[in-house]
């Protein structure tokens, strides 16, 4: 299996600029989660899909946060107008269908510097 | 949502000695507890997990322990090597449909 794929791998940009990060599941994984790393603030959880539908988005920072998850091999998460303190990096992971006892596997990240 | 602990942040080790770090939790639903293991500008991989229903579980120099009265659960690494450095972090989750928390993360370093 490929694994987790993320694109792009690293992302530099100017802020008020519109970022779009990519990412295909491991086939046959019913949940998506994108996650957001910084020194600061750690690992944290912005969103989580199961069968393409969101559940969980408590953890989207605010309105220029969104995510999408047209089918079940590809979800996209856009940060629209970006701002430099949206720097970080981004990951996306699936696991199989029961949340709770099963392990995520991650992606290799996205690295974004806003300008 | 999960309350989640990770002690202590930073860990310096002799190579070959002991390693353990803690975990403290309070969502008593949490059944499930993994330990994850990120390198250096890589992605977090899972390292070891325990479901509720076992107490211990070990594979090769990596053990896991729970402590399910007591809400924390604990990651032992003997036999230290260099390659065990990086950061560990622990996501409890519980029965519910919830996301994951992780722990702010343990900075295992090891001393040559």
């Known amino acids: 299996d490929a694994g987790v794929i993320q694109s792009p791998r690293h992302e530099v940009t100017e802020m008020g600029q519109e970022v779009t990060l990519r990412c295909k599941p491991i086939?046959?994984?019913?949940?998506l989660f994108w996650y957001r790393q910084t020194m600061m603030r750690g690992l944290e959880l912005l969103i989580y899909?199961?069968?393409?539908?969101?559940?969980?988005d408590s953890g989207m920072p605010e309105d220029r946060f969104s995510a999408k998850m047209p089918n079940a091999s590809f979800s996209t998460l856009k940060i629209q107008p970006s701002e430099p303190r949206d720097s970080a990096v981004y990951f996306c992971?699936?696991?199989?269908?029961?949340?709770?006892?099963?392990?995520?596997?991650f992606g290799d990240g996205t690295r974004l510097s806003i300008l | 949502g999960e309350n989640v602990e990770q002690h202590p942040s930073t860990l310096s080790v002799q190579e070959g000695d002991s390693a353990v770090i803690k975990c403290t939790y309070s969502?008593?639903?949490?059944?499930?507890f993994p330990w994850y293991k990120q390198e250096l500008g890589k992605r977090p991989q899972l390292i070891i997990d325990?479901?509720?229903?076992?107490g211990e579980k070990k594979d090769q120099r990596i053990a896991v322990t729970l402590n399910k009265t007591a809400k924390h659960f604990s990651l032992h690494i003997t036999e230290t090597q260099p390659e065990d450095s990086a950061v560990y972090f622990c996501?409890?989750?519980?029965?519910?449909?919830?996301?994951?928390?992780f722990g702010k993360g343990t900075h295992l370093i090891i001393q040559p």
């Open positions: 899909f199961n069968n393409n539908v969101p559940i969980d």
């Open positions: 325990i479901r509720s229903n076992v």
């Open positions: 086939s046959g994984h019913d949940y």
């Open positions: 969502d008593s639903a949490s059944n499930y």
């Open positions: 992971a699936s696991s199989l269908s029961t949340l709770s006892s099963q392990p995520q596997h």
């Open positions: 996501a409890p989750s519980g029965g519910g449909a919830d996301g994951l928390t």
